[in-house]
T-cell receptor, first 106, second 115 residues
């Protein structure tokens, strides 16, 4: 049983496309995180949010607490966005999704 | 700038060896974590520590131990490495602001291969 489910698992897009990655969770949370992992392993935190919407450059994250759902959007995608995007929630502990592998083709 | 540093990016060890993975953070964070990441399974918590000399088992502690003698350093120990411990190991730290509070900061990962 996965407390955090992401979709899709794999995504290939053409440069410039609008991308959406979805995350659903089943536990009570205090915050939801979107993480980015590039080839080689290092993980960076993109967003932490507990309500509403946040925007950093071309990245937008939204969360609907009632529906237990979050989305990560990438506008005007670029090959450097190619990475694994991981959704994680914090309640009593961290719960991680298995990640969405994004490839953006020039 | 926030930093979590893992001592090695790539490591190859033989079955039966004792293996030490080191993690250092420079943010004075109370909480530190060790995860392993495997394809299709995501990140799984091995051990965590919320203070010096304190440790708690995570979801998959078998075959591992940890040490936290100083606040900034959290070590993961494979007492006798086995091939099923071949994996990516990630260290993280976070600041206590409530129930598992704020952002976690991750190291670059150590890809361990046991042969």
């Amino acid at each position: 049983k996965n407390e955090v489910e992401q979709s899709p698992q794999n995504l290939t897009a053409q440069e410039g496309e609008f991308i959406t990655i979805n995350c659903s969770y089943s536990v009570g949370i205090s915050a939801l995180h979107w993480l980015q992992q590039h080839p080689g392993g290092g993980i960076v935190s993109l967003f932490m949010l507990s309500s509403g919407k946040k925007k950093h450059g071309r990245l937008i994250a939204t969360i609907n607490i009632q529906e237990k759902h979050s989305s990560l959007h990438i506008t005007a995608s670029h090959p450097r966005d190619s990475a694994v995007y991981i959704c994680a929630v914090t309640g009593n502990q961290f719960y991680f999704g298995t990640g969405t592998s994004l490839t953006v083709i020039p | 700038d926030v930093k979590v540093t893992q001592s090695s990016r790539y490591l190859v060890k033989r079955t039966g060896e004792k293996v030490f993975l080191e993690c250092v953070q420079d943010m004075d964070h109370e909480n530190m974590f060790w995860y392993r990441q495997d394809p299709g399974l995501g990140l799984r918590l091995i051990y965590f520590s919320y203070d010096v000399k304190m440790k708690e088992k995570g979801d998959i502690p078998e075959g591992y131990s940890v040490s936290r003698e100083k606040k900034e350093r959290f070590s993961l120990i494979l007492e006798s490495a086995s091939t099923n411990q071949t994996s990516m190991y990630l260290c993280a730290s976070s600041l206590w602001t409530g129930p598992w509070g704020t952002e976690a900061f991750f190291g670059q990962g150590t890809r361990l291969t046991v042969v």
